[in-house]
């Protein structure tokens, strides 16, 4: 193959993404003088990648096959714009080796490795019968052609329960199920199946011995066309939920620098089999004595951020000059390790119910400015809409310091620093990770979280006197800040009256529970608070997102955010959503109720699992959505009859449409 067509150096670059990895990139590409081309879909017209690029190409609707996996359109979008190279980012194409030689094909360079790089390593199946030609350690398992209900099933009977069936051409922890009994295999292979195939196009799966307790460590490989190939050192990614990584940190806090070197050439080794040219991550599972080759990603890491802290490298920077066909900088000598880094993903999720997507508009982005060690990859800002069509990640914050210890605890400052509201986060969820004991410790393993989530997941701490007098500081800062148009308004002096003390009243709740009321005294005078049998000393002073709040001579920060009669707070004990009971304002509350079986948000009906006229127990699975790439199976919320469907596999849901009826069974 004419290596000047693989490589060569180009001026226009498409980014065949979305998110913060299409933010990512443009930064860079921008940086190093390239103009940017940016792809986008139905759903996505608004979106902050779209406002980056220098120019931008409507791909078609929202469906990820009709827009951001559509190899034709997609090069269609470079020809039109004239551009010369294709950045695939993580993700939807990025490891498809037709893509990659579509885009040879078209007379684009494509950067990252080729089609048959690809074929021989990012296919997990290729993968592992090429690591086994070349001595490196495997988990037992299945990784042949065949594809058949029995061959699957005699592979894992071989390999001994529990098993992980795997698609092999995914990733992100799409496509995969642990199943710990022979009666259990069949339906998670067609789950599996499901889900690969509409993540990925290609519904292959392999079977693997399922570690018990496992740790998960990936090394950073980078080879150029001149045959140069560099290990960037590893990353542990062992904190992970249903596959999918949450934490991630680099060096790896398990390994001692022997095992450290041993398995950075094992991973050298691994890509070196292949000859292999851009980046890519070489996966390890480890029992705690060995580790084993899993699998090897053709493409940039989603964590990609932590090595590049260690190291001072920009890996994206590193696959650009390779694409353009220049030897790597550096040797594998002069690559240093320095520092910690932690890197935490921000997801718009609910953890408090089994980490359902969040859709909607972002009505409030506050996250720390970066700099001191912090950085933050963001894909959204305030005023973005989150769709139910793709990944719910919205941003990476990753901290770096000189130790471990400091750089957690860097990581979950920032943390406790965002307010992200509009839509549903995990930050409360990663706050709570990143200080447990366990964490701290390095004392974990792949099912930590799981079995953590109880703890992980606890309701917020109740609000108390701080919180319901930040309350009315909130609502009193609020109309001050809608009355300085008026100089006439009393709230420009706040605390004046004319004549004497006067009171107001405010009544605030938690959800439908008890209202709390508050009674503020002003007029001549200091302003008092007085919350059951105190009276407090009051004083607030306004700044950015919120205020400082001085009670009895105690002065608190507190951000706040009021949408309508809603209030959102962050005070020194945590974050609290209050209601305010306006006695002007009038009160219009719908209480829903929880028996409902409804589509928690828009999605596809992908299975139906019972039938109607069934006797269910609670917790019987009824049918199965496809949400934000994601399958999530709705249950019978109580014993009982299915009475009626009301759906059928195929339909496009909305958010909240009744899908079912169980009429209760009276016992």
């Not at 009321?517 to 302003?527: D, E, H, I, R």
């Amino acid at each position: 193959m004419d290596r000047s067509k693989l490589y060569r150096r180009f001026r226009t670059l498409l980014i065949a993404n979305r998110g913060e990895i299409a933010c990512r990139v443009i930064r860079t590409a921008r940086a190093m003088g390239l103009r940017t081309v940016a792809v986008y879909s139905e759903a996505d017209r608004d979106a902050m990648h779209v406002a980056l690029a220098d120019e931008a190409v409507l791909l078609g609707p929202a469906r990820a096959r009709d827009s951001y996996l559509n190899v034709e359109r997609l090069i269609d979008a470079a020809k039109k714009t004239g551009a010369e190279a294709v950045h695939p980012g993580y993700g939807f194409l990025s490891e498809n080796a037709e893509f990659a030689q579509g885009c040879f094909d078209a007379g684009l360079v494509f950067v990252g490795p080729t089609a048959g790089m690809m074929n021989a390593m990012g296919s997990k199946s290729g993968s592992k019968a090429l690591m086994e030609k070349a001595g490196v350690p495997l988990v037992p398992g299945y990784h042949g052609e065949a594809q058949d209900e029995a061959t699957l099933a005699k592979a894992a009977e071989k390999a001994g329960f529990p098993v992980l069936v795997k698609a092999s051409a995914g990733g992100g922890g799409r496509g995969m199920r642990i199943v710990r009994s022979a009666d259990e295999l069949a339906p998670a292979i067609v789950s599996a199946k499901r889900e690969a195939k509409a993540a990925f196009g290609d519904d292959r799966m392999l079977i693997e011995k399922y570690v018990d307790n496992p740790r998960h460590i990936e090394v950073q490989v980078i080879g150029d066309s001149h045959g140069n190939l560099l290990s960037l050192f590893e990353r542990e990614c062992t904190l992970q939920r249903r596959h999918q990584k949450v934490i991630e940190e680099a060096p790896s806090p398990t390994l001692n620098a022997a095992q450290r070197e041993a398995v950075c050439a094992a991973a050298r080794k691994a890509a070196g089999a292949v000859n292999y040219v851009g980046a890519g991550t070489i996966e390890f599972v480890s029992d705690g004595k060995d580790v084993f080759f899993i699998e090897m990603n053709t493409r940039l890491q989603v964590e990609h951020p932590v090595t590049e802290l260690i190291t001072g490298i920009d890996l994206v920077e590193w696959q650009l000059r390779v694409a353009f066909g220049e030897a790597l900088p550096l040797k594998q000598d002069e690559i240093r390790l320095n520092g910690h880094a932690v890197e935490a993903r921000v997801y718009a999720e609910n953890p408090t119910k089994n980490f359902m997507p969040s859709v909607g508009k972002i009505s409030t982005w506050r996250l720390p400015a970066e700099g001191g060690g912090l950085r933050i990859d963001a894909g959204y800002g305030e005023g973005d809409a989150v769709s139910p069509y793709y990944d719910a990640m919205l941003a990476k914050m990753i901290a770096w310091a000189p130790t471990r210890d400091v750089a957690i605890e860097r990581l979950n400052r920032g943390l406790e620093e965002s307010d992200v509201r509009g839509i549903v986060t995990n930050i409360p969820f990663l706050s709570a990770l990143m200080t447990h004991p366990k964490v701290r410790a390095n004392a974990i393993d792949t099912g930590f979280i799981e079995r953590e989530l109880a703890v992980l997941t606890q309701a917020s701490p109740a609000p108390g006197e701080l919180e319901f007098c930040a309350a009315v500081a909130a609502v009193i800062n609020d109309e001050r800040q809608a009355a300085q148009g008026d100089a006439d308004s009393p709230w420009q002096t706040f605390g004046w009256m004319p004549v004497g003390r006067r009171q107001r009243s405010f009544s605030f709740r938690v959800g439908h529970g008890p209202e709390q009321k508050v009674a503020l005294n002003y007029g001549s005078g200091p302003s008092t608070l007085v919350i059951g049998e105190r009276e407090l000393a009051f004083a607030v002073v306004p700044k950015d997102g919120g205020f400082d709040l001085t009670l009895d001579g105690v002065r608190s920060s507190v951000t706040a955010v009021i949408d309508g009669h809603e209030l959102y707070l962050r005070t020194r004990n945590g974050r609290f959503d209050l209601h305010w009971v306006d006695p002007f304002g009038g009160e219009s509350e719908e209480y829903v109720g929880e028996d409902k079986i409804a589509a928690p948000l828009p999605g596809t009906v992908v299975a139906v699992l019972a039938e109607e006229g069934a006797r269910l127990d609670k917790g019987a699975p009824i049918l199965t959505l496809e949400v934000m790439k994601m399958e999530q199976t709705l249950r019978a919320p109580y014993a009982g009859v299915l009475k009626s469907i009301k759906c059928k596999v195929g339909d496009i849901v909305q958010e909240g449409v009744e899908l079912a009826v169980v009429e209760p069974s009276g016992e």
